[in-house]
């Protein structure tokens, strides 16, 4: 049995509790910072979750308190405001997991025993159950993005499950396959320039695609294993970081194309308009993200905020 320790004042604590409970896991509750690192030293745990806003210090000393002295021991954030409000903070501290409230009982369950356990962290089939069909791409080639989408987009279709915005699906698949082809395999610069590019015989972008009855799934891997939860939460702070920018400018009238980039875009969009989605990552084996669309609702224009992270060191 895992132990969970959830630090939060509101009410909000108890449906986490019931959460866990329901699902053999043992749960200690406290309301401050303070009383959290007491537990800490009093007894052993698998998990913290902790509210952003605790009496005194916040989550973020805790996590730095955790890091420094218990640094086997994941940590989920939840809040129910946008985490883009404080992302510098995230940044900053290199915290990979953030939940917006209100949180579904399966993403904080799966995410919670895969930061864990580090157990059947890659695959679709980890993350849906009942699998009906499975579908797979290999993408070697830049010019081969655009059809490996549409074929993506037709098949679901054919499936007869609802794409509530094709263009949101179209854009983040887009995104992704493009950064799995070209930053993934040293092709940065080709990227900025729309160079088309090839890769080596031994190396591709490995696409999966599945469905159950009322959702669908999709994959996107690469071998190389390069990103990092730090190249992540990089490319998505400079993001917002330029989306204020654009904000001030639209005020202001100042031109700051000199300080507009491209990268990071394709990130934001999976952590922002994706129904359900990860970020897996194993050094210097295996990256693969996984986009998860339930009750066959698909994208949403509706932006979430929420962080998903898992990074298996080992």
């Known amino acids: 049995m895992y132990n969970i320790l959830i630090a939060d004042i509101s009410e909000y604590r108890n449906t986490l509790k019931d959460f866990f409970d329901k699902n053999s896991y043992n749960v200690i509750l406290c309301d401050s910072a303070f009383s959290a690192i007491s537990k800490l030293k009093a007894y052993d745990f698998d998990?913290?979750?902790?509210?952003?806003?605790?009496?005194?210090?916040?989550?973020?000393?805790?996590?730095?308190?955790?890091?420094k002295n218990y640094p086997f021991i994941p940590m989920i954030m939840i809040t129910d405001k946008n985490i883009d409000l404080f992302f510098h903070r995230i940044f900053e501290q290199g915290i990979g997991n953030v939940l917006q409230k209100s949180i579904d009982s399966d993403e904080i369950l799966s995410l919670s025993q895969k930061l864990i356990t580090k157990k059947n962290i890659f695959g679709l089939n980890n993350y849906l159950d009942n699998i009906i069909e499975t579908r797979r791409l290999k993408i070697r080639k830049s010019i081969q993005i655009n059809r490996a989408v549409s074929l993506i987009i037709d098949q679901v279709q054919d499936w007869n499950l609802?794409?509530?915005?094709?263009?949101?699906?179209?854009?983040?698949?887009?995104?992704?396959?493009?950064?799995?082809?070209?930053?993934?395999?040293g092709f940065t610069n080709e990227k900025l320039k729309r160079i088309p590019v090839e890769l080596p015989d031994d190396?591709?972008?490995?696409?999966?695609?599945?469905?159950?009855?009322?959702?669908?799934?999709?994959?996107?891997?690469?071998?190389?294993?390069?990103?990092?939860?730090?190249?992540?939460?990089?490319?998505?702070?400079?993001?917002?970081?330029?989306?204020?920018?654009i904000e001030e400018s639209i005020t202001t009238g100042e031109d700051i194309s000199d300080f507009i980039e491209e990268s990071g875009r394709g990130l934001d969009l999976v952590r922002k308009l994706s129904a359900?989605?990860?970020?897996?990552?194993?050094?210097?084996?295996r990256t693969e993200i996984i986009l998860i669309f339930k009750n066959s609702d698909g994208p949403s224009d509706v932006e979430k905020t929420s962080l998903k992270i898992i990074e298996d060191l080992g």
């Open 47 to 67: 998990l913290v979750v902790s509210e952003v806003q605790l009496p005194g210090d916040n989550a973020f000393e805790l996590y730095e308190y955790i890091n």
């Open 162 to 185: 609802k794409i509530s915005s094709l263009m949101t699906l179209r854009l983040i698949l887009n995104e992704i396959i493009i950064n799995g082809v070209y930053h993934s395999h």
């Open 203 to 245: 190396k591709f972008v490995d696409i999966h695609f599945c469905r159950t009855d009322d959702a669908f799934a999709i994959s996107i891997v690469d071998s190389n294993g390069i990103l990092t939860k730090m190249k992540i939460l990089e490319s998505i702070n400079n993001v917002i970081k330029q989306n204020l920018l």
């Open 276 to 285: 359900d989605y990860y970020f897996i990552i194993k050094k210097n084996y």
